[in-house]
């Protein structure tokens, strides 16, 4: 069960990012950035993370084909390992993203982990997904119906699901129910102390 836990690393502070980088970052599959920490520190933080983990960046792309592509290859030009964008903008927009990409692992987002999302539309999304040659998906992992639906349409693709801990997800129902990685953020990092509850974590699911 080690390293199937990406870590979101939702904080702002450059100290305590770094701090949990060094300590985490070999415990983990990946750890994962999203729009806090860039809007505090630049993108360059991209590349010191790079140092302890691979990245990815979630910056939920959704956007017309032309923008999508520049993100994309900053986030590449950083040395992101891998980058999440939405997939309700259609296949140009997604594709963008991928053709992009170049080496970079895309994922896209089919179904959220809030239930006020879009979920009559999780199958269209998950096609145009396989048409634009994605690397994996997000879908949640404190939804199992979704998630169940995600993976029954998924074939081949990855799933990476949030929603685990804080949100209430089980992370071993999520690992039953077909996610490869889930996702934790806050119930590590806001704890006392992340290391030992990552363990923890890791021995719970292993028995
Ligand atoms: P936490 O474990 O602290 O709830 O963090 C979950 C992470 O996953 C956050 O970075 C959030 O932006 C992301 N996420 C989510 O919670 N639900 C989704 O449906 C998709 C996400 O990317």
Not at 66 to 87: F, L, Q, V
Not at 167 to 194: E, K
Request: aromatic fraction near 8%; include cysteine; charge should be neutral.
């Amino acid at each position: 069960m080690e390293n199937k836990i990406i870590f979101a690393l939702d904080v702002y502070d450059h100290e305590t990012a770094m701090d949990l980088a060094k300590n985490l970052g070999d415990k983990v599959f990946a750890i994962k950035i999203n729009w806090p920490i860039i809007l505090e520190n630049g993108i360059g933080i991209v590349r010191e993370l790079s140092k302890y983990s691979r990245v990815i960046c979630d910056f939920k792309l959704a956007d017309i084909d032309n923008t999508n592509r520049m993100i994309t290859e900053k986030a590449r030009d950083y040395g992101a390992w891998g980058i999440i964008s939405h997939a309700f903008t259609g296949f140009k927009s997604l594709k963008a993203v991928v053709d992009a990409a170049s080496g970079m692992k895309v994922f896209s987002v089919v179904s959220m982990s809030q239930e006020s999302y879009i979920d009559d539309v999780t199958d269209k999304l998950i096609d145009i997904s396989k048409k634009a040659g994605v690397y994996g998906l997000v879908a949640p992992g404190n939804r199992p119906e979704n998630l169940k639906m995600v993976k029954e349409l998924s074939g081949d693709l990855k799933i990476i699901s949030p929603g685990i801990g804080t949100q209430g997800g089980s992370m071993l129902d999520a690992l039953m129910l077909g996610a490869d990685y889930v996702i934790i953020g806050r119930s590590i990092y806001q704890s006392a102390n992340p290391e030992e509850t990552l363990n923890t974590i890791y021995k719970s699911i292993s028995k």
